[in-house]
């Protein structure tokens, strides 16, 4: 590696680093502040908070590096341009293409870098971050098995949940039992097939009513008329499922084909499988993008006007990335299609870009 190589790479990673700083303490602030109200009326440490806020937000930096990437080399060949850097060492022989190569390996260190905290750190950062919203915060005896089943209790019940699917609203496999007020024995049973949550509670069809009879057995009856089950709302059962974000790889994986050999709608664990593929390669995109952007403006026109356009780009990114995601989880694009279009479009801008950087 040259010497040139090694300046434009220690000041791509200057640049990236400060950039995410910036943008991970906003966050972090603004997550805080909305936050500060709930860690009060819980009565729960501000300093905690500080912690517990911090591990949500994790996954920010990986979401973010991308665009953080993509205004690093912006704001570096920005600087070098209007420093009359990059005429120089063209006049001394280097091209711009020479110039990029560094970044090139900046990019796919980023990318595996990506792949790596998502796949160790940013599982168990948010998995912690539910825990303590759940328990400490909101004291709900509320949590998942590894294989996403809920258990949490209410009252004198304790219910079971086997599947919950978000996007509908929708339970699957549901059992209740009901304990006796004075000691710990079970007095009345409820198994649910399904359930539905109408807005406000959860209708439970096709269900088994189990109850001890008067002569000392159990009594089992059928209900196919529906049965309220209350004091669970949507936003309890959907803070504490796990989402493919909170799954490792190859956790993921296994995850999808239980699932599916159980029955149940995996499509949108399908498309955020593709993406967790997909998504780290971006880094690359988008590091191809900044640079052809910096490197074909003219030199009056000055960094606010990179920046600008990179900002720019990085909002259709995520408007883009988005779209397809949510097509995804619609069906109306394969999953494939919907975690890798993406990359394949920024590709196509970076390559057109580049092809005037000379």
């Known amino acids: 590696m040259t010497i040139v190589q090694r300046y434009i790479l220690k000041q791509f ?18 997550d805080y502040l909305a936050w500060i109200s709930k860690f009060l009326a819980a009565e729960y440490n501000l300093l905690d908070g500080v912690w517990f806020v911090i591990l949500r937000n994790l996954g920010i930096i990986v979401m973010m590096t991308p665009v953080c990437a993509l205004l690093s080399s912006v704001v570096l060949f920005g600087l070098m341009r209007r420093n009359n850097e990059v005429v120089a060492l063209k006049g001394g022989g280097i091209s711009a293409w020479n110039l990029m190569k560094p970044l090139a390996g900046a990019g796919m260190i980023l990318t595996l870098l990506v792949f790596i905290l998502a796949e160790t750190v940013v599982p168990v950062a948010l998995n912690k971050s539910t825990y303590i919203r759940m328990v400490e915060i909101k004291k709900r005896n509320i949590q998942t098995t590894h294989g996403n089943n809920i258990w949490l209790r209410h009252g004198r019940e304790i219910i079971y949940i086997k599947h919950y699917t978000i996007a509908t609203k929708t339970l699957s496999g549901v059992s209740i039992t009901r304990f006796d007020d004075d000691e710990f024995v079970p007095t009345r049973r409820v198994d649910a097939a399904t359930g539905v949550y109408n807005g406000r509670s959860w ?25 309220e089950m209350r004091g669970v709302s949507p936003d309890d059962l959907g803070s504490v499922v ?3 974000r909170q799954m490792s790889f190859f956790e993921l994986w296994n995850y999808i084909h239980k699932m599916e050999k159980e029955g149940y709608d995996v499509t949108r664990y399908r498309v955020d499988f593709q993406a967790k593929m997909a998504f780290p390669l971006l880094c690359l995109m988008m590091v191809l993008i900044g640079s052809g952007i910096a490197l074909t403006r003219q030199r009056h026109e000055g960094i606010p006007v990179s920046v600008g356009l990179g900002i720019g780009a990085a909002f259709l990114f995520w408007v883009f990335y988005s779209l397809c995601l949510s097509l995804g989880y619609g069906e109306m694009l394969p999953p494939v299609i919907a975690a890798w279009a993406a990359d394949v479009v920024f590709l196509c801008a970076g390559g057109l870009l580049l092809q005037d950087i000379e």
């Open 13 to 30: 990673f200057k640049y990236f680093g400060m950039i995410q700083v910036v943008v991970f303490s906003l966050v972090v602030a603004i």
């Open 203 to 227: 209708s439970l069809k096709d269900a088994i009513i189990q109850e001890p009879s008067t002569s000392g057995g159990q009594r089992s009856r059928y209900v196919d008329a529906a049965i």
């Open 242 to 244: 796990k989402e493919a």
